[in-house]
């Protein structure tokens, strides 16, 4: 009997790792996708930047920076084409230790992640530029801002993960007061400890730390947290 004990663990170590297999085989062809329009990435990620630097080109300063560049923006816009496919394939690990009647809400968490991804994105590129404009003004007329494309495509990128990423909280939370670990009273009464954990990841999360991206992270933030509430309050009261 003792040497059967380990089998179920080494099955869940290979669902785990067809699992990981698929997802990442879907983001390698997101970002064969991606490469093939990378142009058109290029041009939307600069767009804020040349919205708020005017008349100032990126620049190189290596042969194998444009290189890189492309690799990285290829690597990002694949990752989020895969994105329904990678949280599907997580969701499917999760989904053995569930009921029958928990599966049924699979499809509708996995499409209100990817939802709730893509949204973050949009709404962190919508505040992009108002960050860099924030940012790149304390350097007034005495500082002119000379950036390389990698170190501004690098911030984008991060800038835009950090928002996609943090989106996806509200349904952590959701799933918390499902399995019972916490009610929507226990929810509305702590919305100072709630507003305390948002702005302090928020301050580590984000790639500038300057007050302004943190206010444009934490206010949507906050709202989705008393969306959530409600929805938590409405739909499992029973």
Request: proline letters at 5%; zero cysteines; a positive charge.
């Amino acid at each position: 009997m003792r040497s059967r004990q380990p089998q179920p663990v080494m099955a869940h170590l290979e669902e785990l790792r067809s699992r990981l297999i698929k997802a990442s085989l879907a983001i390698v062809a997101g970002a064969v996708v991606a490469f093939v329009f990378r142009g058109w990435i290029f041009d939307a990620l600069v767009r804020p930047y040349e919205r708020v630097v005017l008349d100032r080109e990126l620049a190189f300063f290596r042969p194998t920076e444009a290189f890189t560049v492309f690799m990285r923006l290829s690597l990002f816009g694949g990752f989020v084409l895969a994105s329904p496919v990678v949280i599907w394939q997580l969701w499917a690990f999760i989904a053995p230790a569930l009921t029958k009647r928990e599966r049924r809400v699979v499809i509708p968490i996995v499409a209100i992640l990817v939802v709730l991804f893509l949204g973050g994105i949009a709404f962190g590129y919508w505040s992009l530029d108002r960050g860099l404009s924030f940012l790149l003004g304390f350097g007034g007329d005495r500082l002119e801002p000379i950036i390389g494309g990698n170190e501004y495509l690098s911030f984008a990128v991060r800038f835009l993960l950090v928002f996609g990423l943090s989106f996806e909280f509200p349904v952590f939370v959701y799933a918390a007061a499902a399995m019972g670990l916490v009610g929507w009273r226990r929810l509305a009464s702590g919305r100072r400890w709630a507003v305390l954990a948002i702005v302090t990841i928020g301050a580590v999360l984000t790639p500038s730390g300057d007050p302004l991206t943190l206010l444009l992270l934490s206010v949507p933030l906050y709202i989705l947290y008393e969306a959530t509430i409600w929805l938590v309050r409405f739909t499992l009261h029973r």
